[in-house]
């Protein structure tokens, strides 16, 4: 079975400060990527950083980093600097092909930056 | 806008109504997707439209019935639903390759479903 487990359901951070949001998964597959989503208030869910399995550097995309542990199954969110704007739920997610193309999302964590 | 445009944006509803939710794409994508949100639980895949072809339905209740009409539209036809069925309705996009949608989804900001 193909799992996502988000074990915060909530966090806050302060203004400028760095914040991690945890992800593990479960799957048999060796070939997958991971995806984090972010869902503001506008309900727009919007693509954070994604991460193909079979690479060992972990992505960035300026203030959002991850540290992608293949063995341990974690895939985990670093947002340094932390803004206003990144208040939002952040949604861990993956895929694999051989599932049919199908995301597998956790139950989200609801991020409040705090001023 | 991200280039999924769901409306309406709200919805309410009474258990014995006919309704429908619609979805457009102006990315080029060939495949779009219906979820469910609700609280404290993760989305929910309900139907898979690739090509027009619809490639998934998760046991989803005839209730809700899905149309691709077009690469471009997707609509989820509802009637006589429950109160349970109350929640986010998102619509996604991607453009599926024989390597899958690595890239990930595009979506829309989706349809607030209430049924009384």
């Known amino acids: 079975a193909q799992t996502v487990t988000q074990s915060q359901p909530e966090m806050s951070v302060q203004e400028a400060e760095t914040v991690t949001l945890s992800c593990t998964y479960d799957t048999s597959e060796n070939n997958y990527y991971l995806f984090w989503y972010k869902q503001p208030p506008s309900r727009q869910m919007i693509l954070v950083i994604r991460q193909e399995a079979y690479k060992q550097q972990n992505a960035t995309e300026n203030r959002f980093s991850v540290n992608f542990q293949k063995a341990a199954k974690s895939f985990s969110l670093k947002i340094s600097d932390s803004q206003l704007g990144d208040t939002a739920m952040y949604f861990c997610?993956?895929?694999?092909?051989?599932?049919?193309?199908?995301?597998?999302f956790g139950t989200g964590t609801s991020l409040t930056v705090i001023p | 806008e991200t280039g999924v445009t769901q409306t309406p944006r709200h919805l309410v509803m009474g258990m014995t109504n006919k309704k429908s939710l619609k979805c457009e794409q102006h990315?080029?994508?060939?495949?779009m997707y219906w979820y469910k949100q609700s609280a404290k639980k993760p989305l929910e895949l309900m139907f898979v439209y690739n090509f027009k072809e619809q490639t998934e339905n998760n046991s989803v209740p005839s209730r809700f019935s899905p149309e691709c009409p077009n690469s471009s539209h997707l609509f989820l036809h509802l009637h006589t639903l429950q109160p349970e069925d109350s929640a986010l309705y998102l619509c996604?996009?991607?453009?599926?390759?024989?390597?899958?949608?690595?890239?990930?989804?595009?979506f829309g900001s989706g349809t607030r479903l209430t049924v009384v």
């Open positions: 996604a996009s991607s453009q599926d390759t024989p390597g899958g949608i690595t890239h990930g989804y595009t």
């Open positions: 997610a993956f895929m694999t092909a051989n599932t049919g193309n199908q995301f597998y």
């Open positions: 990315l080029g994508h060939n495949a």
